[in-house]
């Protein structure tokens, strides 16, 4: 079954942090957000909006085959380093046409499996078990 792009939940931008429980905080990172399909017909890369990106990622399709899933679909966000460990926008589209083995994809959510109504932490938790199941 071919997997079909799931529009994702965008950040809200606000003065300062919620606090209490029930609140998940994740880095910014200052990237691309994209969306990695893995299915039987391969793995395709989506934009935020949806478009395929897939061509401009060719390292990173390639190495979406060594996570050794059947079908996922996995939100996060395509990114260069800098020598600090920041996130460098610039560099970033440098990357993509001239150095793509800098490209890294940051994961932040695991949409595929039947798992988008659980709370994150159990997406996460789930996510974490089966790729130590996958390399064990």
Known sequence: MRLKFIEPLM???VEKPPE????T???KFDGYRSQMAIDEDGTRIYTCNGHDWTAKYG????????LGAESAI??????VLNDKGLS????????ITRRQHDLYFVAFDLLHLKLRERPVHHRYARAV???????T
């Not at 460098?88 to 990357?95: E, G, I, N, V």
């Not at 078990?129 to 390399?135: D, F, G, H, R, V």
Request: hydrophobic share 40%; glycine share 8%; charged share 35%.
């Open 11 to 13: 950040p809200t931008l």
């Open 20 to 23: 209490g429980e029930g609140w």
């Open 25 to 27: 905080h994740e880095v």
């Open 59 to 66: 390292d990173l399709v390639r190495e979406a085959k060594r």
């Open 74 to 79: 996995v939100d996060g966000e395509i990114v």
């Open 88 to 95: 460098d926008f610039t560099a970033l589209r440098r990357a």
């Open 129 to 135: 078990t089966e790729l130590y199941a996958q390399n």
